[in-house]
T-cell receptor, first 112, second 113 residues
Framework: NAGVTQTPKFQVLKTGQSMTLQCAQD?????MSWYRQDPGMGLRLIHY???????DQGEVPNGYNVSRSTTEDFPLRLLSAAPSQTSVYFC???????????FGSGTRLTVV | AQSVTQPDIHITVSEGASLELRCNYS??????LFWYVQSPGQGLQLLLK??????LVQGIKGFEAEFKRSQSSFNLRKPSVHWSDAAEYFC???????????FGTGTSLTVIP
């Protein structure tokens, strides 16, 4: 049981480049979310999904896109990277009832 | 509005001393409460959770937390801190179902020998 798997662990992008952060979970969880973590600001919700085919915006969605074609996968796309998107990104999943979120190990992204 | 407040940004304790990290929440429904720990360079790991019943809950690594509804608090405690407990600690509140989940901004714990 791998839990929540994020790839890559580290990435450096140039301003304007695009990329996709991958997230996969093998726990058959309905909910999946993407957070970014910045110093002094805790975790901020970017986008979330309540099931395959259903996504919605969180607190800081601008500059990011998501899709959820399967229960397992929830990729996060940066369309045109900006230095303000330098952050640590966490994917997390949870079942509908109870428990809490299970987190991936994170992707540290630097945009230069 | 739903929110979680961790009033202490940073705490320093000596190894072997007791620890209490504060968490206050504002939530319109029955709260489900969580504490997570994040070691440097790692993801968040669930320490413990409170859903209902006994207001004192035990978690992993010797941590416990007490839910006090009258004070809207869910403080995390440990009787004797170990150097390996140095990390960032996050309190969170959510509903029993659905995606509502709110994190505090975290408390950074330093342990000195």
């Amino acid at each position: 049981n791998a839990g929540v798997t994020q790839t890559p662990k580290f990435q450096v992008l140039k301003t304007g480049q695009s990329m996709t952060l991958q997230c996969a979970q093998d726990m058959n969880h309905e909910y999946m979310s993407w957070y970014r973590q910045d110093p002094g600001m805790g975790l901020r919700l970017i986008h979330y999904s309540v099931g395959a085919g259903i996504t919605d915006q969180g607190e800081v969605p601008n500059g990011y896109n998501v899709s959820r074609s399967t229960t397992e996968d929830f990729p996060l796309r940066l369309l045109s990277a900006a230095p303000s998107q330098t952050s640590v990104y966490f994917c997390a999943s949870k079942p509908d009832r109870g428990l809490g979120y299970t987190f991936g190990s994170g992707t540290r992204l630097t945009v230069v | 509005a739903q929110s979680v407040t961790q009033p202490d940004i940073h705490i320093t304790v000596s190894e072997g001393a007791s620890l209490e990290l504060r968490c206050n929440y504002s939530y319109g429904a029955t709260p489900y409460l969580f504490w997570y720990v994040q070691s440097p360079g790692q993801g968040l790991q669930l320490l413990l959770k409170y859903f209902s019943g006994d207001t004192l809950v035990q978690g992993i690594k010797g941590f416990e937390a007490e839910f006090k509804r009258s004070q809207s608090s869910f403080n995390l405690r440990k009787p004797s801190v170990h150097w390996s407990d140095a990390a960032e600690y996050f309190c969170a509140v959510g509903a029993d179902t659905g995606n509502q989940f709110y994190f505090g901004t975290g408390t950074s714990l330093t342990v000195i020998p």
